[in-house]
Every structure is written in C-alpha cells, then in structure tokens.
C-alpha cells in the first residue's frame, strides 16, 4: 500500500523536498506494520532498503567485540534508519527492534535504483538526504561508544549480556573406540545318540550364505514386506505350515497383506 504523502511532511529530513516531489515519494513507498518486539534490521545482515518511522518507537542496539551489545539510541516518529540498505555489498551496522508496536514506510533499494536511472527527482533527492544521514548516523554512533567507554558506570547502565571470556566453553568428549573382537564360531552339534532318530527335515534347508554388503543393500532396497514373502514361499516349498505362525505388520503393511492375499 502506498504512503500517505501527509505523513512526509512531518519528516525534518524531507522539508527541502517540493509538494510534487514528496507526492512521487509517497506513490513509491511501501507501509508496513510491525509489532512490539519486532526486529526490522539485524547486524551484520545486508540490507535491501531504509524505513522512514511513521509511528511508534524503535530501539537500537550494536554487538561489541566481546559478545555484549550495547544500547545506541531509541528514534521516536519522523526518524529515517536503516539507510545503509540502499548501498549495494552495505551490511546493517546495528540491530533494530521494535519497543512498540510501529508503522515504518519502506523505500526498497530497487525502487530507488530505477528513481535514479529515470533521472526521478525525488531520487536524486533521496539519495543526497541518506548521505548525509549516514555521515551523522556513524558520527551519533562513534560518539556514543566513546562516551560509554570513558564512563564506567554509563557502561554498566547500557551494556547487556556477558563477556565472551567469562562464557564456559564446552569441553569435547575424546572417546576411544575399540574393534569388537570377532565372535568364536558356534561349535558344531554333536552327532544324534544311539537309538535317538534324527530330525531330517532341516536337512532339506540350504546353508546360510554370508551376505556381503552389495547383498544386503539389494535386500535392503527389496524392502521387508518383500523380503517376507520370499520367506513364506520358501518355507512353504519345504513343506512348512504357515497356518500357524503369526506375522507382526505395522498398519499400512497389513493392509497389503490382505490385499495381496484377496487377490490370490
């Protein structure tokens, strides 16, 4: 939705700008709405335009070397921020968050981009107006942070969070693994006892071949559904009742069982 070029006015920034050319403004603006809490810039992220503060207000806060963040400034209404995200490669310089709920209206980079390439004077404009904006906006910030580290206890008031060398780094686990010791073959059965008969029909079963890894990654792509009927039709085959053993399914393999077996 388009800005209401009344709202322009009230902005220190823009009172060089002609009626005509806050009107153009207006028309490439964007409203937006935020909620209390809401972050519209974070450090270190690269922008993709500037807010002009319609409403409510907005805290701004930057990270220090040693992992705290320090408190710059609260903008109320008619403040211009974020600029740095109307220069190309530019990374936001602070974080910035909503202390209540806001309306901003944002001019995108590429908006910009086009005002000036079609010789757009309210672009030209615009793009004087962040320039300097950007200058005072460093100078604002420099002297702050000068200011906090000549004065202790303004430091303490301002500063949050800890320093990263009071942090407890986590210490990792050096753990030694061992190569299990292979299994002792199974000792063979002893031969039947005299007058004891002997139970042939595992004769009739094939050794257990050892599976190597292409096998069993065939036998993992078959699936176990696959796998089970393989099983029951072999079983089967060597004269096996199936009558009685129970087969564990989940859901959805049930109902392929019984649809497989509805369709014999």
Known sequence: MAADPALLTEFEALKAFSRIDLMELARNLRT???????????????????YFLADGDVAVTKGLPDGRRVHLATLPPCTLFG?????????????????TNVVV?????????????????????LQAIVAVSLVRQLRSALSRLSELAADEDAAEAAVEGRRRDTIVKPVSVDVAFKKKAKAAPAPAAPPPAAGEEKDSSFDALPPVPEHSADDEAAMSQKGLLSLL????????????????????YDEDQKRQADARGQGR
């Open 83 to 99: 600029q740095s995200g109307l220069v190309p490669g530019q990374v936001r310089t602070a974080d910035v968050k909503a202390e």
């Open 32 to 50: 937006d709405n935020f909620r209390s809490g809401s972050q519209l810039c974070r450090e270190g992220d690269e922008g993709d335009g500037c």
């Open 229 to 248: 009927a393989e099983t029951e039709s072999s079983l089967a085959n060597l004269g096996f009742d199936l009558e009685g053993v129970d087969f564990v």
């Open 105 to 125: 209206l944002t001019m995108t980079r590429r908006t910009l981009e086009w005002g000036l390439r079609q010789g757009e004077g309210w672009a030209v404009a």
